[in-house]
């Protein structure tokens, strides 16, 4: 699907790239442009755009793409303080009762990614979900803090994990620092460390979601806006994730707005400079979905970032791997056309069902998903009451 954009000056652009991070992060939130780092709208995008350009000649072979995918992902681990990964210390898991729906249930769960730092979250899974391994999903949130509207606890969220389980897989949405729960307990999410913990909390939910028994031949990533991010990142570094969708998120010239984001030296050195779109296609030869729309810095994703990827792909010679479903006229979000363009992709790369969430006219199947609240979807209550070791804040983490 080609799309034409009309040029705007770069006032224009930059009033709307202000506009636009004001509301994905407070201002006084927002990441300095200290050395090093390349946060927010580091590159215009026109100079995302020549940055892409300009790479492509320099990996015209699998080869010449291996060396500089090595390089980017060294990159990332090394920005991020994971060159050498902690000991994973058990799980330690804590499990809420299961509140059983219409084709699906949902089982508050936890987990100690590190030791007392617990990762909170949900598990969703069909009612019935028979003797053999379920496909694994994981599902990391964007930075919706509106009331009603926080992290994973959004309606759209909660549809879509729902809908996921009832196709058959066993999903795992699950707070990012600082989020839902994780803010009561005292976790602060803009704090300059975020990106390491996020990170590394990842890594363990997937570690945690093989432990619940997922398929691990049959492991995916979702999310949108920050979850887009937490998604390509987590996929770049841990080849266990055999699909990956990141929404709304892949862009050439914006790396995202939040400490968890961009707020450690991952995208550059002195001598070197990657972008999102770089670290995204590091998913490859892997199936991968780009969900771009025309109301966010992915508005140039089938002209830009898509024919780089893709590029890529063609090297393994697997080019339909990677596919892009862009919706010129839609917000940022998660909503009803995204998760219409992403169930189809995981039926197909993970044997679900779609029927189970689509009909036969290719509408939204989501009746008698039921919306829970913020406080039931909470791991820590009168049963499962805090550990006496938890850790608190993120100044206390023991590496």
């Given at each position: 699907m080609?799309v034409?954009?009309?040029?705007?000056?770069?006032?224009?652009?930059?009033?709307?790239s202000?506009?636009?991070?004001?509301?994905?992060?407070p201002?006084?939130l927002?990441?300095?442009?200290?050395?090093?780092l390349?946060?927010?709208h580091?590159?215009?995008?026109?100079?995302?755009?020549?940055?892409?350009?300009e790479?492509?000649?320099?990996?015209?072979?699998?080869?010449?793409?291996?060396?500089r995918?090595?390089?980017?992902?060294?990159?990332i681990l090394?920005?991020?303080?994971?060159?050498?990964?902690?000991?994973?210390?058990p799980?330690?898991?804590?499990?809420?009762?299961k509140?059983?729906?219409?084709?699906?249930?949902?089982?508050?769960?936890?987990?100690?990614?590190l030791p007392?730092?617990?990762?909170?979250g949900?598990?969703?899974?069909?009612?019935?979900?028979?003797?053999?391994?379920l496909?694994g999903i994981?599902?990391p949130?964007?930075?919706?803090?509106?009331?009603?509207?926080?992290g994973?606890?959004?309606p759209?969220?909660?549809?879509?994990f729902?809908?996921?389980?009832?196709?058959?897989a066993?999903?795992?949405?699950?707070?990012?620092v600082?989020?839902?729960q994780?803010?009561?307990i005292?976790?602060?999410?803009?704090?300059?460390?975020a990106?390491?913990?996020q990170l590394?909390?990842?890594?363990r939910?997937?570690?945690?979601?093989?432990?619940?028994?997922?398929?691990p031949?049959?492991?995916a990533s979702?999310g949108a806006?920050g979850?887009?991010s937490?998604?390509f990142?987590?996929?770049?570094?841990?080849?266990?994730?055999?699909?990956?969708a990141p929404?709304?998120?892949?862009?050439?010239?914006?790396?995202g707005?939040?400490?968890?984001?961009?707020?450690?030296?991952?995208?550059?050195?002195?001598?070197?400079?990657?972008?999102?779109?770089?670290?995204?296609?590091?998913a490859a030869?892997r199936?991968?979905?780009?969900?771009?729309?025309?109301?966010?810095?992915?508005?140039n994703?089938?002209?830009?970032?898509?024919?780089?990827?893709?590029?890529?792909?063609?090297?393994?010679?697997v080019?339909d791997?990677?596919?892009?479903?862009?919706?010129?006229?839609?917000?940022?979000?998660?909503?009803?056309?995204?998760r219409?363009?992403?169930?189809?992709f995981l039926?197909?790369?993970l044997?679900?069902?779609?029927?189970?969430?689509?009909?036969h006219?290719?509408?939204?199947?989501e009746?008698g998903?039921?919306?829970?609240?913020?406080?039931?979807?909470?791991v820590?209550?009168d049963?499962?009451?805090?550990?006496?070791?938890i850790?608190?804040?993120?100044?206390?983490?023991?590496?």
């Amino acid at each position: 699907m080609v799309v034409v954009f009309k040029k705007i000056s770069l006032t224009r652009a930059f009033l709307f790239s202000m506009s636009f991070l004001a509301w994905y992060c407070p201002a006084s939130l927002l990441v300095a442009q200290e050395p090093l780092l390349s946060a927010g709208h580091y590159f215009t995008e026109e100079e995302g755009a020549a940055f892409l350009s300009e790479m492509r000649q320099s990996y015209q072979t699998i080869e010449q793409w291996e060396v500089r995918s090595e390089m980017i992902r060294k990159r990332i681990l090394t920005g991020s303080g994971l060159d050498q990964f902690p000991e994973r210390n058990p799980l330690n898991p804590v499990f809420g009762k299961k509140r059983m729906y219409d084709g699906y249930f949902v089982q508050n769960a936890g987990f100690e990614s590190l030791p007392g730092v617990y990762v909170t979250g949900s598990i969703y899974a069909p009612a019935d979900p028979g003797e053999a391994a379920l496909p694994g999903i994981l599902s990391p949130h964007g930075h919706w803090t509106e009331p009603g509207e926080v992290g994973r606890y959004r309606p759209e969220a909660q549809k879509r994990f729902a809908a996921m389980a009832r196709m058959g897989a066993i999903v795992f949405a699950f707070d990012m620092v600082g989020y839902g729960q994780l803010a009561e307990i005292g976790w602060e999410h803009h704090h300059p460390d975020a990106f390491r913990l996020q990170l590394w909390n990842n890594i363990r939910a997937l570690d945690f979601l093989l432990e619940l028994g997922a398929d691990p031949e049959r492991i995916a990533s979702t999310g949108a806006s920050g979850g887009g991010s937490q998604t390509f990142f987590h996929t770049a570094i841990d080849s266990r994730i055999s699909v990956s969708a990141p929404v709304v998120m892949v862009s050439a010239h914006f790396f995202g707005g939040c400490v968890c984001e961009s707020g450690m030296p991952v995208h550059r050195t002195e001598e070197f400079q990657t972008n999102n779109v770089e670290i995204t296609a590091l998913a490859a030869p892997r199936p991968l979905l780009l969900v771009s729309v025309g109301g966010d810095w992915t508005r140039n994703t089938p002209d830009v970032e898509y024919p780089h990827i893709k590029h890529i792909y063609q090297l393994y010679g697997v080019p339909d791997n990677v596919e892009n479903v862009h919706l010129p006229d839609e917000e940022h979000d998660y909503g009803v056309s995204k998760r219409r363009a992403v169930y189809p992709f995981l039926a197909k790369h993970l044997g679900l069902d779609l029927l189970k969430a689509v009909n036969h006219d290719g509408s939204l199947n989501e009746k008698g998903i039921v919306i829970e609240t913020q406080e039931t979807l909470y791991v820590f209550d009168d049963q499962n009451p805090l550990p006496e070791h938890i850790v608190r804040h993120n100044e206390d983490i023991q590496w």
